[in-house]
């Protein structure tokens, strides 16, 4: 079993950039596939970019591509998301989440098994 607990979220302008960071706890960190995923106000909860188990392979959703940058470092049991040039639709609550032997095609948030709590990012115009 994992546990995740998210951290980094807040306000920034519009151009802003923000570093989400995710911890999980277990000693099994390396065999999971992690996801960001973010739901707006009144929207459903979306895929915001994935990374494999190996954190070889990647998956963005068009909205944030070229912007935001997944990484996991297994050592440290942390996933991160760096996000710049923010936009006011980036306002969000974030949350990683967790599968078993996840792969980069694992793109809904039904595939994965365990979440966080979630992080408001807020971004101004």
């Known amino acids: 079993q994992v546990q995740l607990v998210e951290s980094g979220g807040g306000l920034v302008q519009a151009g802003g950039s923000l570093r989400l960071s995710c911890a999980a706890s277990g000693r099994t960190f390396s065999l999971y596939g992690m996801g960001w995923f973010r739901q707006a106000p009144g929207k459903e909860r979306d895929v915001v970019a994935v990374i494999s188990v190996s954190g070889g392979i990647t998956y963005y959703a068009d909205s944030v591509k070229g912007r935001f940058t997944i990484s996991r470092d297994n050592a440290k049991n942390t996933v991160n998301l760096q996000m710049n040039s923010l936009k006011p639709e980036d306002t969000a609550i974030y949350s990683c989440?967790?599968?078993?032997?996840?792969?980069?095609?694992?793109?809904?948030?039904?595939?994965?098994?365990?979440w966080g709590q979630g992080t408001q990012v807020t971004v101004s115009s």
């Open positions: 989440a967790a599968r078993f032997w996840g792969l980069a095609t694992h793109r809904s948030a039904s595939d994965y098994n365990y």
